[in-house]
T-cell receptor, first 116, second 112 residues
């Protein structure tokens, strides 16, 4: 049981380049999330999805796009990378907002992105 | 808007001593409160949560947390710290009608 898998784990980009981070979960979770983690800032929600085919903006969505074409996958795209997007990105998934598992997120190992 | 505050960037404690990591929250309505732990170069792991019921919640690895509604706090505690408890701890909250909001994290360092 792999849980939440993120690829790639490391990437270096030049300003203006584009890339996609892939998140895959094998727990049949409805909800999926993308966070970024920066020193002293904690985790900030970029975008999230409450089910296949749906996406919603989080706290810091600018400069990012997402897609959830399949229930198990949640893609995070950077169309034109900027140095301010240098960060560690975490994907997470959860069952739902209600029920006994409310709020229990399962996280991937993270993807470290550097934009030069 | 909901918010979570962790007033200490770092907590230092000697192995065997009790530890407390502080968290206060601001959530409309009844809060759902959580603690997560992050070990170096890893993703966050769920530790424990408070939804309703007993104010003292027990979680993984001997950790517990006390919900105090009047002080809007949810402090993480452990009676006897281990060196292996050294990690980054995040408090999180939401009202059930939004997404989870995380605090900025507190680094716990347990010395031998």
């Amino acid at each position: 049981n792999a849980g939440v898998t993120q690829t790639p784990k490391f990437r270096v980009l030049k300003t203006g380049q584009s890339m996609t981070l892939l998140c895959a979960q094998d727990m049949n979770h409805e909800y999926m999330y993308w966070y970024r983690q920066d020193p002293g800032m904690g985790l900030r929600l970029i975008h999230y999805s409450v089910g296949e085919g749906t996406t919603a903006k989080g706290e810091v969505p600018d400069g990012y796009n997402v897609s959830r074409l399949k229930k198990q996958n949640f893609l995070l795209g950077l169309e034109s990378a900027a140095p301010s997007q240098t960060s560690v990105y975490f994907c997470a998934s959860s069952y739902s907002r209600t029920g006994p598992n409310t709020g229990e997120l399962f996280f991937g190992e993270g993807s470290r992105l550097t934009v030069l | 808007a909901q918010s979570v505050a962790q007033p200490e960037d770092q907590v230092n404690v000697a192995e065997g001593n009790p530890l407390t990591v502080k968290c206060t929250y601001s959530v409309s309505g009844n809060p759902y409160l959580f603690w997560y732990v992050q070990y170096p170069n890893r993703g966050l792991q769920f530790l424990l949560k408070y939804i309703t019921g007993d104010n003292l919640v027990k979680g993984s690895y001997g950790f517990e947390a006390e919900f105090n509604k009047s002080q809007t706090s949810f402090h993480l505690k452990k009676p006897s710290a281990l060196v292996s408890d050294s990690a980054l701890y995040f408090c999180a909250a939401y009202s059930g009608y939004s997404t989870l909001t995380f605090g900025k994290g507190t680094m716990l360092l347990v010395s031998p």
